[in-house]
């Protein structure tokens, strides 16, 4: 797709997409590098599978040597502590299992990845260890029509409508129930707050 620059636009990767997204988590959970621990490697491995898929996509040759070039620099960033025949060996990885792309909840069972993680730092090409798909969905439709109902509240509140409670508040002051009850306005409305007032008969409220 041309930009209005003239240049052309890079296509997407979906793969490109989750290697900024690990490199934010990492970031996060981390700042940065990775500590040398026994889990170190679940980001490596993951951002192996990302340049195999990122190298074949492109049409480029898919070798030990092509994804251990561009993991050593991406390690040498996040993960100092790997060695070369470490970074070779997760790249050979790669390679036997390129051509099924992980799906993103396998990614985030691996990365331990939860929720809250995941929506404060915006990614969606990671599922998460803890909420599923399909309660992701639900949620996010909750979200939005929640935002909906906001929005719609300010529009009508800019537009000068009332609220609920404004409207309710008027009703009751041109009806004047306390007239009925044969009590005082503001006896009407401390019994109100306090729950006072039922179905009861108008002699039984004025009691």
């Not at 995941?118 to 909420?131: E, H, Q, Y």
């Not at 996010?140 to 537009?159: C, H």
């Not at 309710?168 to 306390?178: Q, Y």
Request: net charge positive; glycine share 6%.
């Amino acid at each position: 797709m041309a930009r209005t620059d003239g240049r052309r636009r890079a296509r997407y990767s979906r793969a490109q997409h989750r290697r900024r997204e690990i490199e934010r988590l990492v970031r996060h959970r981390h700042g940065l590098s990775v500590p040398a621990t026994d889990d170190a490697d679940i980001y490596v491995k993951a951002i192996a599978e990302c340049y195999a898929s990122i190298l074949a996509d492109g049409g480029k040759p898919l070798t030990v040597d092509s994804i251990s070039d561009r993991l050593q620099l991406w390690t040498d960033r996040w993960a100092p502590h790997l060695t070369e025949p470490q970074v070779r060996d997760i790249a050979s990885r790669a390679i036997r299992l390129h051509g099924r792309f992980l799906d993103n909840e396998t990614v985030g069972r691996r990365l331990r990845l939860l929720h809250a993680e995941r929506a404060a730092l915006k990614i969606t090409r990671i599922g998460c260890c803890d909420v599923d798909r399909a309660a992701r969905k639900r949620l996010a439709k909750e979200r939005k029509r929640e935002r909906d109902r906001l929005r719609a509240a300010a529009k009508r509140s800019a537009a000068g409508a009332k609220t609920r409670a404004e409207y309710l508040a008027g009703s009751v002051e041109r009806s004047a129930p306390w007239k009925a009850l044969g009590i005082s306005r503001r006896a009407f409305y401390y019994r109100r707050k306090k729950g006072l007032l039922t179905e009861a008969s108008p002699q039984e409220c004025a009691a």
